[in-house]
Structures are given as C-alpha cells and as structure tokens.
C-alpha cells in the first residue's frame, strides 16, 4: 500500500513491506556501532584526498598492490610478481582500478574502464595456474585511444557523442593482437576528439564525450596530443603501458609532454585496421610505456603484416623476424654510435634554456663513447620546415598548397572516414557531411560554430576544410603528395644521415619542437622519444630527446635509445624522468594553456 505525504512542498511516497522483508533488513541495533563507523573515512591520507600540506610528488602517492610496489613498475617486475604468486593478474587489475579511481578526477587519461577486464585477468590466471604463460605481457593491463575500435562493451567514439551507440564490427587488428599475447584491456583512454581533425584552434586533450585529459606535472598545460590520454595515463600510473595513434605528432607530442617513452612506428608496421582514420598516407598505430622495453613489448606484440591494411606489406622483408625487445642494449652499446644534430633545421628554433639542459644529457652520451656531429640538416630545412612552430598547413602558409601535407590531409579524411563508417554498424552516420551536420544539430555539446564550445575555439573548421575537397585527388592533391614525401625522406631525413658519406645512426632532435616530429610524419619514418628533463622555471611539463631515423630502421633506435636510458638511470643525471609534481592540480582551465 503506498501513502503520500506533503512535506514543505515536496512529494514523497511511502511504501509498506511485508513484515518478512524488514525483519530481513531491519535497521541495526543502536549499539552496533561498527555499521556507522564501518561507512565513515577517518583517514582520508595519503590516498583518498591528497594532502595540501605534502611534498608535490607525494600529493597523489600510489598505494601497493598486495605488498607490491605497483607505481613506476615494469612489465618484468610484474611478470616475476605473478611467477612468484605474490600477484595475480586479478590483483593488478584491482589496483590499477583503485589507482584510477584516486586520480581520474584531477587527471581524466581513462575514459571509460571495460567492465569484463577483472573477468579477463581471472580467466589468464587459470591459464597461468595450468602452467601456460602466453609472453611478457600474459597479465598485463593496458589501454588504447579511443579511436582503436575494441570489439566489446566499450563503444569507439573519438570522443564524441555521436559514435556512442555505434558497433564495430571486430577488434582492431592491433588490440587483437595483444588480447592474443594475454594483454588485460582495462578500457579506452581520452584524447583530443577526431585525434585533431575537426579543428584548428582546440584545447589539446579535450574531447565532448571524454572531457580534457590533464598531465599530472602540470593540470592546467596543455598535455600533448592527440593521444592525451594514453599518456596521460601510463604518467600518472594508471596504467601499465597503452597504445596511442600519430597522423602528426600524436604520439610522439604528449609522450614527451609527459615523461614516458613514445614510440612511432615506420607507417605500415603496425595495421591501421580498425582504427578510426586521419589519413592513410601517415596514420601510425603507436605505444606508451615508462620505460624503453615496456614500450617494445608492446610493439613486439602489435606490428605485423595484416590482410586488411595493404600497407602493411611493405614491412615483409623489413622489419625484424623475431621482435624488437631483441635489439635492446644497455649503455655500451653508444661505444662508436654515431648520431646527427641537425641544428639549424630544429635545434635552433627550441628554447635556449630547455638545450642548454639537453646539452648536459648529449655530452653524457658522448662520454659514454659516443660522437654526435652538430649541423647534419636536412638539405632543404629552409623550405620544409617552419620557422614559427608546427604548422600542418605550411605550404600554403609559403602560397603553395599544392607543398602542403594539409592539402593531402584533409582529402584523405574525406574518404576515409567514410570507408571507416562504411563498416561501423547501429549508426546513422555514413560520411563527414553527417559528422558536421552532428556537430551543427548539438552545439551545446559539441560546439559545431566557432565560440561555443571553449575547447574548440575555431569550431569545426577541419572538417569543413575537409568537407571542402569532397576527397577529390586532384592534381594539387597529387603534387602535394610528392613534394612532401620527396622532401622529406630522400631530400630530407634519408639525406641528412647519409650525410655527404660519413653515415649516421641517428639524428638526435628535440621533440618539444613540433616541426621534427612533423617532418618525420610526412615522411612516415619512425621516432622515439625519451623522458630528458624538466621545465622547471616555467610551466614544470617534462621535455624529451628524440632519436629519427629512415623508413624500418627500429631497430637501431630502440638499441640507441634503450642505451641512452640505461646511461640516464646509471649516471645520475636529473636529465631523465622524474615522478609527477601535481601543478595546480586543484584549477581546472579550459582551454588549458599552451606552454
């Protein structure tokens, strides 16, 4: 029987129980104190709430896992945990959960958690009490972009609100990948939405659906991107390691932002399939991880030919027979190394300061047998690469769109994206006509004009860029094409380490410069990037050293790079990477700042 009762103008409705079910749950007795004392949280520190009187990297400290310690882990220390018995891979999911529930709301790199992954790490425990352990990763949690289509109850949206309800038709080939080497998919990490294609002028980081991804060392800096997220969350320990996606700096920009090691891969080693697409010439799955050989544990499980992805079979023949962790080195390995300082083409446009520090950490190479030669460019520097920071749209920046990787950027996503859709099922969506439309029918959410939305400051003016070419390949679209490819791999990269005869191994560039980035994605050559210090006198974001090669050259960088990290963490530098400091973490600014 149900009574109502009016009480200071509001409605209430009362409903009577049999007796049996209030002496089921029948309130406590009054000296069970234990019931109300059980709900309260006398000790909100150290993990709970952070402490405004603690030590910045103390403010968000990482509790231990089953008496192991989880924050700043590697995946052998796991690995040996777990063939040990002190953890199960049900304990680390657990812990990394608990971890993402400490800091998601000041850090926002996870998206949205996969609600079977503690039934995942169960079933891999079996596994592993049968006595079969599947790799290095067999148990290991990670994350992925969400514009890596998981085939699961995680929808794949790119951060927007129109993909929600959308169902992929399969795995991107990547993450089945590494579900097939026993990887934990703990759910999707945040990002920039559409990876940066929808506008020119946008909080890094932001996405409608996922809110703005925020870098632990500083929350209201921009955090790099477009795979926020993904690094945002292998920084902050909420994760093992993760996958991220490059057009054009997407992983190499906010790994270095973050102080974790970033590896591009070679356009083609790893399978673009599933993927929501940017542009076919320069997409690039990538990884995340703290360390070098966290990251190439990574790589090893995802590169490889795929049926679905034609591109992938250029790396037949080139890439390595039996993985990259094979090619890790410690720091002998930098004995007779010889790298390239293109200096007039990057070095000279990074901040006097932050290469003053970076010179510290290139001498420390040379000392450890090393030679780095300065002033290798790229031949035609003054042509390709911008003199006023990364600009995607150069080209026409000097009148020549038929020289701009724009030009080739915003016709390939036309077609794309369309093809993308093609496959994607309980959607409406069937090209980037709908998608602006989408984003015209929402302003509110998805701030489709320019000022409505303050993290998309000019809109969603990509799209209608790309809109614009209705994919057509024109002549302009073509000559583009050619000239950035030529100039930047044979004229370029390829030119500046052959260096008139005296082969280099590497060029050595500074990352926090979008323009080495931009030039290696152009190009579609590998970069790695490494954790090389702080910015402490202005905003407190980390910074990297980069090593850029030729097209399958992988190996020779991760060597180099594993080598460098190992001298980094054996010489006592402070040029390497450093636990999270928390600015102003209690400030939310959107757009965040570009500093």
């Not at 040990?84 to 680390?92: E, F, M, P, R």
């Not at 891999?124 to 949690?141: F, M, N, T």
Request: aromatic share 10%; proline share 6%; charged share 20%.
């Amino acid at each position: 029987m149900d009574y109502k009762c009016l009480r200071k103008g509001f409605m209430f409705t009362a409903i009577i129980f049999p007796a049996t079910f209030a002496a089921k749950f029948s309130a406590p007795e009054s000296n069970d104190a234990n019931f109300i004392t059980s709900q309260l949280l006398e000790e909100p520190f150290p993990f709970d709430y952070p402490n405004v009187n603690a030590a910045p990297e103390s403010l968000f400290p990482m509790a231990s896992c089953r008496n192991f310690t989880l924050a700043e882990a590697t995946i052998d220390q796991l690995q040996s945990a777990m063939s040990q018995g002190q953890l199960t891979a049900v304990d680390i999911v657990d812990c990394y959960i608990e971890r993402v529930e400490q800091t998601n709301g000041y850090l926002n790199g996870v998206l949205q958690l996969n609600p079977d992954a503690r039934d995942i790490a169960s079933n891999l425990d079996k596994i592993r009490s049968a006595g079969q352990v599947l790799g290095p990763l067999h148990g290991v949690p990670f994350l992925v972009k969400d514009n890596i289509a998981t085939k699961d109850r995680i929808p794949t949206t790119a951060g927007s609100w129109m993909l929600l309800s959308s169902v992929v038709p399969r795995d991107a080939h990547v993450v089945s990948r590494l579900r097939a080497a026993g990887a934990i998919l703990m759910g999707h990490a945040t990002l920039s939405e559409w990876a940066d294609m929808r506008s020119n002028n946008y909080s890094e980081g932001y996405s409608a659906r996922g809110g703005q991804a925020r870098s632990p060392y500083n929350l209201t800096v921009n955090p790099g991107g477009s795979s926020s997220g993904s690094a945002v969350a292998v920084a902050g320990n909420q994760v093992m390691v993760a996958l991220g996606t490059e057009t054009d700096g997407s992983v190499i920009n906010p790994a270095e932002r973050n102080a974790i090691v970033g590896i591009k891969p070679t356009v083609g080693l790893t399978s673009r399939a599933g993927v929501i697409p940017e542009s076919v010439h320069q997409d690039t799955v990538g990884t995340f991880g703290r360390t070098v050989k966290d990251a190439t544990y990574v790589l090893d499980a995802i590169y490889g030919p795929d049926h679905r992805d034609n591109y992938t079979n250029a790396q037949i023949g080139q890439s390595a027979a039996y993985g990259y962790v094979r090619s890790l080195a410690d720091k002998s390995a930098l004995q007779g190394a010889k790298f390239g300082l293109p200096w007039q083409s990057f070095w000279a446009l990074n901040s006097p300061n932050q290469n003053s520090q970076l010179s510290e950490l290139l001498s420390l190479i040379e000392e450890a047998g090393a030679d780095i030669l300065n002033h290798t460019e790229l031949p035609n520097y003054d042509t390709i690469v911008s003199q006023s920071g990364w600009d995607w749209d150069y080209g026409s920046t000097r009148g020549f769109p038929n020289e701009s990787e724009y030009t080739v950027v915003k016709v390939d996503f036309y077609n794309n994206i369309r093809d993308y859709l093609a496959e994607v099922g309980n959607t409406n969506l069937k090209g980037l006509e709908d998608i602006v439309q989408y984003n015209m029918d929402n302003l509110g959410a998805e701030g489709g004009f320019p000022g409505i939305n303050p993290a998309f400051g000019s809109g969603q003016d990509g799209f209608l860029a790309s809109l614009r070419t209705k994919g057509v390949m024109d002549e302009t679209y073509f000559q583009a094409l050619d000239f950035c490819q030529r100039n930047t791999r044979e004229l370029g990269i390829d030119a500046a380490l052959e260096n008139n005869g005296n082969r280099l191994d590497a060029l050595l560039v500074p990352p926090d410069v979008g323009q080495t980035y931009q030039i290696a994605a152009q190009a579609g050559y590998p970069m790695v990037t490494l954790p090389a210090g702080i910015n402490e006198a202005a905003s407190g974001m980390p910074y990297g050293l980069a090593l850029m090669g030729t097209a399958w050259s992988e190996p020779t960088l991760l060597r180099l790079a594993s080598a460098i990290e190992d001298l980094q963490f054996n010489r006592g530098t402070p040029y390497k990477r450093t636990l999270p400091q928390w600015r102003d973490y209690q400030r939310r600014v959107l757009p965040v700042t570009n500093a």
